[in-house]
């Protein structure tokens, strides 16, 4: 009975220990659950932060604006480049659109979308930022897993460069047709004169024909020179660069121009050393020292002087100088005349055969060889049209 009794006590007590242990590793389990669910959340709360700063990250890279809101209408998010167009601080979460962007095209936009689903090439004008953009918003609503609005996206593609280059076209072919038009109508009229009996007479034939002639030679060197420059604007013209003495490649302008610079008494002059290089397409150097000096005859002092002189700057560079002593280019027409077809006085321009295009030429064949041109002038004291090249060897 005693030894029953002992061994009940041992198994009891064994017992005792089984369970003792067994809540004991249940404790574990548990502590160990609880620890494992902390960290999983935890990883899982991380995870999402690290994705959610990568999407911002790449939201904020990107080119267009956008701009998402909730279904009340207030920003969820929008990124560096929307709020660099409305001029707003990003990310603005929280307000309304229109307390953001404050135009009210973007707030009818985000209303149109509660009963839209998506509006597609929306042109607006802002001015928030100064000067007037143009934007062209592409927007489409949320819908949550019920079909319940969800906000919206809103994406804005700035077209402000675009509509400035369709302005620039318009100008330039309205200017390239009235251009052609005028020699075009003189050469009609004159040619209409001699038909309807003006050819009879052999002075008025002389005089008609000479009209007729120089009208056909200005259209050529209209033609030419569009073509030169819309050859150098697809950026293909061919340049055969090669090291020139420029002192002849000046001189070579000089001769061909001579009898133009002689009919109005100016004096050229070439004080180029002789030493000087330049690393260049001789032909159309030609062109642009001809272009420049054309110009000192046209508009510089009738009786007057025209010299091209060059130095090489302590940098390498290559500095070339076309001087004159004429009347000068006022101040504000100087950040302009490298304009196609912009002149400081048309009605000259003309009665000298100018097409206008002359500068936008030499302009654009410098910075084809790396150069730059600019023009320094006090008017009344002359000007200075200065080309800088790029060294003709290269520095060590
Ligand atoms: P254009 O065919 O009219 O000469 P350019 O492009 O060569 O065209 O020159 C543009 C304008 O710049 C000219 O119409 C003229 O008003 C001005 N200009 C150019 N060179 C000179 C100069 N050396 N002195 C004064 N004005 C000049």
Avoid: C
């Amino acid at each position: 009975m005693e030894a029953a009794l002992i061994l009940l006590a041992a198994a009891a007590a064994a017992l005792a220990l089984a369970w003792a242990r067994e809540r004991r590793l249940r404790r574990e389990d548990a502590d160990r659950g609880r620890r494992d669910l902390a960290e999983q959340r935890f990883r899982r709360e991380a995870e999402l932060k690290e994705q959610s700063q990568r999407t911002a990250a790449l939201f904020d890279r990107m080119v267009e604006g956008l701009i998402v809101v909730d279904a009340a209408g207030r920003i969820r998010m929008a990124n560096r480049a929307a709020a660099g167009l409305f001029g707003f601080d990003a990310p603005a979460s929280g307000k309304t659109v229109l307390e953001a962007t404050r135009n009210h095209e973007v707030s009818a936009v985000v209303a149109r979308l509660g009963r839209e689903l998506e509006v597609l090439g929306h042109e607006l004008r802002i001015e928030s930022t100064g000067a007037p953009r143009f934007l062209q918003v592409n927007a489409l609503a949320l819908r949550d897993s019920g079909g319940a609005s969800d906000g919206a996206i809103l994406v804005f593609h700035d077209l402000t460069r675009l509509r400035q280059l369709e302005g620039v076209r318009q100008e330039f072919v309205a200017n390239v047709s009235h251009e052609l038009r005028t020699p075009l109508s003189l050469i009609k009229s004159a040619s209409e004169t001699l038909l309807d009996g003006g050819k009879e007479d052999p002075a008025a034939l002389a005089r008609f024909l000479a009209i007729i002639d120089k009208h056909a030679h200005r259209l050529a060197l209209l033609i030419d020179d569009l073509l030169l420059l819309s050859t150098l604007d697809s950026g293909g013209l061919r340049l055969d660069k090669q090291p020139l003495a420029f002192r002849a490649t000046v001189q070579d302008s000089i001769d061909d121009l001579q009898p133009r610079a002689r009919a109005r008494g100016v004096t050229l002059e070439n004080s180029v050393p002789a030493a000087l290089v330049v690393l260049a397409d001789n032909e159309r150097m030609r062109q642009v020292i001809s272009n420049l000096l054309d110009n000192a005859i046209k508009y510089g002092r009738a009786g007057g002087k025209a010299a091209v002189g060059g130095r090489m700057l302590p940098n390498g560079r290559i500095e070339i100088a076309v001087e004159d002593d004429g009347p000068g280019i006022p101040k504000e027409a100087q950040e302009r005349i490298f304009e196609r077809f912009y002149r400081v006085d048309k009605a000259r321009s003309r009665e000298q055969g100018g097409t206008g295009l002359g500068l936008a030429i030499v302009k654009h064949v410098i910075q084809a060889h790396g150069g730059e041109v600019r023009v320094d002038s006090e008017p009344g004291s002359g000007s200075v049209f200065i080309l800088t090249f790029p060294p003709a060897a290269p520095t060590q």
